[in-house]
């Protein structure tokens, strides 16, 4: 009975030395292995992440992939940052999924790591998670994005401000009528140039999507000295606050002679 038991034990304990090799040659081929292919992978997105940067089409591009990513059903919020645009697009992976490679990604840029320095440096800061805090923290990212949004609502306010000293004004065709879209503060013209002179042809549709790359385009040109910016928008909107309250009295007096005229009238 012992001796069966014994062979019966052995047996057992040699199962558990081949699951134990199949585990390491597992863990080797699949998940190292596996690691090093991601880390390999978020290195070409980092590569092209820099190169999208770099192109004088920028604006345009990361646009482009918001559409696509529209398109296909993909949601992303508007303050999306231009890399994890990228990361979802190419991924297509789960919120958390993609913000873990994103904040990755954006550490080594700020710490100025080379694309393809990224998979040791993962390796070296003890993986994906831990890669996200080093070198730079969520503060630094998140001034970044403070900045950003500044110079859009700054952008905005000047539009805003310059609607009550226009550079030129004219009556909307009737063909205008019913293209408006209540989401939408501002509405879209196309002209054509001739001869000094801005033709309208059209009138754009507004959507969303359309209003903040528009937005996004002017801030990085109007918004290019931050302190010019600033000090000019304030200014302008001081202007305008007060044309504002001049065009209000206007409207109640106005009220008031029609409210004494309806009187005599009685």
Not at 129 to 140: F, H, N, P, S, W
Request: glycine fraction near 4%; charged fraction near 30%.
């Amino acid at each position: 009975m012992k001796k069966n038991e014994l062979v019966v034990n052995k047996s057992l304990i040699s199962q558990a030395e081949v699951l134990a090799i199949e585990h390491d040659l597992f863990n080797d081929q699949y998940i190292v292995t596996g690691r090093r292919k991601l880390y390999e992978l978020l290195s070409k997105i980092m590569e092209l992440a820099q190169q999208f940067e770099a192109s004088p089409d920028k604006e345009d591009l990361f646009f482009n992939l918001r559409y696509r990513l529209k398109e296909a059903n993909i949601k992303v919020q508007e303050n999306t940052s231009d890399v994890a645009l990228l990361v979802k697009y190419i991924t297509r992976a789960d919120r958390k999924t993609a913000h873990v490679y994103t904040r990755a990604i954006e550490t080594a840029m700020a710490c100025h790591f080379k694309a393809a320095e990224l998979p040791q440096a993962i390796i070296e800061a003890g993986g994906l998670e831990k890669m996200r805090l080093a070198g730079v923290d969520d503060e630094k990212v998140d001034e970044k994005q403070q900045l950003e949004d500044e110079r859009l609502e700054l952008t905005r306010t000047y539009l805003q401000s310059r609607g009550y000293f226009p550079f030129a004004k004219f009556a909307a065709p009737n063909q205008f009528d019913g293209i408006n879209n209540d989401n939408c503060e501002f509405e879209y013209v196309v002209c054509t140039v001739s001869n000094g002179h801005y033709n309208v042809v059209c009138k754009l549709p507004a959507e969303v999507e359309l209003e903040n790359y528009a937005l996004k385009k002017l801030s990085a040109y109007l918004c290019k000295d931050m302190d010019t910016a600033r000090e000019g928008v304030a200014k302008m909107r001081i202007k305008a606050n007060e044309e504002r309250e001049k065009l209000n009295q206007g409207s109640r007096a106005v009220e008031q002679i029609e409210l004494v005229n309806e009187a005599t009238v009685i």
